[in-house]
Structure formats: structure tokens, C-alpha cells
């Protein structure tokens, strides 16, 4: 099977500008959750969709949103980019079985690296 | 809230040398642990996880719950296994869909 693929790789941006970045799943999983990764703060979570639904959130602002599509692919958006919204940026996908006792394991992409001017 | 904290930041051992990356969370319900992995130039990959119980690559990792520690140990260390490990934390069950909470990380480096 194919892995989680992100695009684009790599992204350079303006501040006051704003950003979509793409996120195909492993086949089959319909949990897709994002990340970002900084030096300063290390891996945090931003938000998780599950059959096109934000199922959780994490402590980010508004300008941070996200969508999840039928074919469970996902994007996020930043909006009004800011200088410390520079960071490389991770989706991890699931399988999210309904019912599962466990918490499935999470399938990482391999990142953007946004960095913002 | 939920936190996991790797004190080491970098760790270097000699090939053959035993390894123990340390891990310590805080969290009072039940947690679910996982050590992940990021080789040079390489994605994030799951090593391990507290309820498979597996020797992935000769590391395994013991949840102590009384000590709310997940360390991870291997006894002969190889070049090899050089790479930054992050031990994570999801709570088990419930409503925190998707959620990894991630340590700073230690970068490990075998000598040969």
C-alpha cells in the first residue's frame, strides 16, 4: 500500500497571506490528524477529521482550519500567515475502526515545510 | 491535560553498549504509549506500543504505571538505531480522537 503523500513538500509564503496544504491517507484509513512540528515546540497536535468531521481540536487559533473530503483525503488552511506559523507540518492517518478499544496507529506523511517571509 | 516528558535531549553510547531512552507522562486516566522513530531523511515511523508488547529491532518498552514511565530499553545498542525518538501519549478510549501527545524528543547516537 501506498503511504500518507502530503503536497506540496515545500511552500514559501508571505505574512498576511494564506495557505492550503493536501494530505492523502493510507487506503482505507478514514482518521486523518495534523500536526505541527517547530524546533521551539515540538510535535502539536492541531486538529483530527474523521468522515469529513472535525472530531477533535487542539489549542491553535482560528486561522488554523481544516476540511476532510468523502475519499477521507484532508486539507488545512492557514489563513493570515505569521512569521511563527513557519514550521513543517504532519498528517497521520488511521484506520479508526467504530468500536475499537484501542486507538489505532497513526501513519505519518512526510511533511510541508511551510516557511513564512 | 496530558504530558510527556523525554529528559534527555541527546544520548550517545557505543555500538554494543546497553540503551535507555527515558520516558515519563502525566496523565490520570488510562493512557495509551507508543515510542516513535525518525531516521535521517526519513517520515516519522511507529517503533513500538505498550499494548502489542513486541521487541521491535531489539527495543522494548515496559509501561510502569506506579512510576508513570514508558522508558525504552535495548541491550546492545548498533549504529544503526542512531535517530531521534519520540515517546507519545494518546488517551485510551473516549473522546480524544486522533491526539498524539508527543515528548521533546531524544536524538540518539551510536559510536561504532
Known amino acids: 500500500k501506498a503511504g500518507v503523500t502530503q503536497t506540496p513538500r515545500y511552500l514559501i509564503k508571505t505574512r498576511g497571506q494564506q495557505v492550503t496544504l493536501s494530505c492523502s491517507p493510507i487506503?482505507?484509513?478514514?482518521?486523518v490528524s495534523w500536526y505541527q512540528q517547530t524546533p521551539g515546540q515540538g510535535l502539536q497536535f492541531l486538529f483530527e477529521y474523521f468522515s469529513e468531521t472535525q472530531r477533535n481540536k487542539g489549542n491553535f487559533p482560528g486561522r488554523f482550519s481544516g476540511r476532510q473530503f468523502s475519499n477521507s483525503r484532508s486539507e488545512m488552511n492557514v489563513s493570515t500567515l505569521e512569521l511563527g506559523d513557519s514550521a513543517l507540518y504532519l498528517c497521520?492517518?488511521?484506520?479508526?475502526?467504530?468500536?475499537?478499544?484501542?486507538?489505532?496507529?497513526?501513519?505519518f506523511g512526510p511533511g510541508t515545510r511551510l516557511l513564512v517571509l | 491535560a496530558q504530558r510527556v516528558t523525554q529528559p534527555e535531549k541527546l544520548l550517545s553510547v557505543f555500538k554494543g553498549a546497553p540503551v535507555e531512552l527515558k520516558c515519563n507522562y502525566s496523565?490520570?486516566?488510562?493512557?495509551?504509549l507508543f515510542w516513535y522513530v525518525q531516521y535521517s531523511r526519513q517520515r516519522l515511523q511507529l517503533l513500538l506500543r505498550h499494548i502489542s508488547r513486541e521487541s521491535i529491532k531489539g527495543f522494548t518498552a515496559d509501561l510502569n504505571k506506579g512510576e508513570t514511565s514508558f522508558h525504552l530499553k535495548k541491550p546492545f545498542a548498533q549504529e544503526e538505531d542512531s535517530a531521534m525518538y519520540y515517546c507519545?501519549?494518546?488517551?485510551?478510549?473516549?473522546?480524544?480522537?486522533?491526539?498524539?501527545?508527543f515528548g521533546q524528543g531524544t536524538i540518539l547516537t551510536v559510536h561504532p
Open positions: 487506503s482505507g484509513h478514514r482518521s
Open positions: 507519545a501519549l494518546m488517551r485510551a478510549g473516549g473522546t480524544s480522537y486522533g491526539k498524539l501527545t
Open positions: 496523565y490520570s486516566g488510562s493512557p495509551e
Open positions: 497521520a492517518s488511521s484506520l479508526a475502526p467504530i468500536g475499537g478499544r484501542y486507538q489505532e496507529t497513526q501513519y
